[in-house]
């Protein structure tokens, strides 16, 4: 032990020493350094600005070297906007994911990365050997490795998620295969409907909410109005009158088909 306390005690001499002999002071040295650099971001980031917006307003249609001008109009009413984060935080929206609410989720954003942090506090208390050599360092090395291996697989598992929109929902699905009797066609437009955020104002066998005045869907079918009839209104409500539904075209032909058929077999628990 003390000959550790020896060793520590000599280096920090030889530090001492190297300082007095070679070292620069911090003002003007590293001011100056600072100062320097900080400019040359700042410029560089007020050139990019300069170059968007320049670039941008002689394209008729505003896309400039560095992006549109201005994106599409939010629209405040949207029912069916998926939220992601940008890619470097990926990692942590998967493990959002991993960390289940309500269970273990205060575990997984106050508890990992305090226990994370501390870790990293108490490492120059922890590590007190002076060895630089990577490969005599062998805990901190697989450490660092595990780091990045494993917030490189989290971002990846994050960039290719796929959007759970109404999970507990399609957990019902079966129950209304078996509720509503439908026959194996109507499966997959079932799926569609509980992932496509129609629950958010129509109920469907106490699944769902309603809202905006929006019918209870259960027995919609009952009505035999057909297939086509309710691929075409979900396609484009505002045509039959609906100004409160949004459009949802842009699931695709076949989509709105399978919902149509699902909600034509709709026809209330037997
Ligand atoms: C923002 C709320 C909202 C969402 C989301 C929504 N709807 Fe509607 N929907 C309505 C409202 C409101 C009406 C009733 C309009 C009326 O009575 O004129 C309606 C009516 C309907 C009708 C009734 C047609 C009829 O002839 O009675 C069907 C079928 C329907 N919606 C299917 C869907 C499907 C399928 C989805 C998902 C793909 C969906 N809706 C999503 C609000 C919504």
Redesign the pocket.
Known sequence: MSRRLDERREAYQRYKRDVNERGKPFYPYAMFHDTVMSLVVVSVIAALAVIWKLTAEEEPDASGALGVLYGEEADP?T??FIPRPDWYFYFLFYLLRIFKWPDSVILGTVGVPTIALMLLLALPFIDLRRERKLLRRPVAIVAAILTVVSMGVLTYKGATARESLGTEAVLAVPEWVEQQQLPQEAEAGAR??AE???????IYLGSGAA?????E?TE?GA?N?GVD??RQ??AN?AK???Q???P?QG?GDENLRN?GI??DASKGPK
């Open positions: 009413g029912t069916n569609l409907f496509s955020s129609c629950l958010n104002c129509h809202n905006l005045g929006a019918p869907l919609i009505s109005k009839y309710f209104y979900v409500p039959f009158g609906n409160r539904m949004p949802f699931l919902i699902f909600l």
